[in-house]
């Protein structure tokens, strides 16, 4: 059994497919996210089904599979069995676990209705209506000081997606919306970047880091670093200097948390939620149990593995592997990370990339990014929508998912 249909679940899946087992994959979307480009959709540059594709689709040729549409609440290891969210129980001799993650707000869950993060369609759309939005009640205001809090802007972490965001918000605000409002000017809207540390992407080379500060500067994007949010409301952002950010849109990117599935493991979780596991990636304990991806507290040649879209497929194919040497009654292999390399796009022609002692910034790795995502992408349609999409935004400066599909109101936007 397999549950979640991510990176690594649908990897393992797949590697299973000429194996003797009968493989059942549950997960509680009917559809693969391609979540690297979800902040595309949250930005208006492209449609959720430009970056989603149907999990049955994916898996169809594949007889040994068995998907179901369901959400796991529980694991019984004694049993051998997970609990779904609707009261069935499904049976299982080996068990993957790769749910993911969910967003961090490091005990302050009352923020979450205030500052959404980036995990799911839901979460993107979400986003979008909310920055575009932002200009529709700035539009409708004659209150100085409301106009400029709805045309401000903060993104609460300076990882790849919190870079990603304050770029394509930038952006959609200097080229996008420029002329398209009649009271106000969009290109005098404030785009705050708020990062706890020294510097932002913290996994890339400080050379990079700086280049990409450079990079968000240029777009306009006020960087600031060393600085922690303390509190979070409907009116704005309370940061640890003793000041506060009046902005009616903010979002958060500062940390993530394993799926609470993880619980239902192991009582010894890290920091983030995630279940300690062996070298072959079986949850320390339970051998017939393997955890991948955002859910595992995985090492490999002494070094944390990364929470990144690469380890889950690396882990996905890693446990098919172990599986298929349990079978033959083989020692099962020990799992081995192999970096391949990092890449933030931070807005048109800017970008940051690595690749072991190799650093790239600015153009070449923004067409870097452009080209492995597109390839990554999952069906001919998903690459053929994304790569016009972006040629179109390229040549025109607009994006073309600018819709706000709930019912809005100047109050609420």
Known sequence: MIVGGGFGGLEAAKRL????????????????????????????????????????????????VEVLLGEVVDVDVSTGEVLLSDGARVGFDHLVLAAGARHAYFGNDDWEQHAPGLKTVEDALEIRRRVLSAFEVAERSHDPDERRAALTFVVVGGGPTGVELAGAIAEIATHTLARDFRRIDPTTAEVVLVEGVDRVLQAFHPELSERAQQQLADLGVEVRTDTTVIGVDAAGVDLDAGTRIEARTVLWAAGVAASPLARSISDD?????????????????????????????????????????????????????????????????????????????????????????????????????????????????SRAMVLFGWGWSWLTFKRGARLITSRWSPETG
């Open 269 to 381: 979780l890290d920091d983030a939620g995630r279940v300690p596991v062996d070298a072959s990636l079986a949850a320390l304990g339970h051998d017939n149990v393997f955890v991948i991806g955002d859910m595992a507290a995985a090492t490999s040649n002494g070094d944390d593995v990364p929470g990144v879209a690469p380890a889950a497929v690396q882990g996905g194919r890693h446990v098919a592997e172990a599986i298929r040497a349990d079978l033959d009654g083989r020692p099962r292999p020990t799992f081995r990370y192999r970096d391949k390399g990092s890449l933030a796009t931070i807005g048109r022609a800017a970008a940051v990339a690595q690749f072991g002692r190799l650093r790239f910034a600015g153009f070449l790795a923004w067409v870097l990014w452009w080209a492995i995502h597109i390839a990554l992408l999952i069906g001919f349609r």
């Open 17 to 64: 497919a000429s194996a003797p087992v009968q493989v059942t994959l549950i997960d509680r979307r009917n559809h693969h996210l391609f979540q690297p480009l979800l902040y595309q959709v949250a930005t208006a540059g492209l449609n959720p089904a430009d970056i989603a594709y149907p999990i049955r689709a994916i898996l169809r040729s594949q007889r040994n």
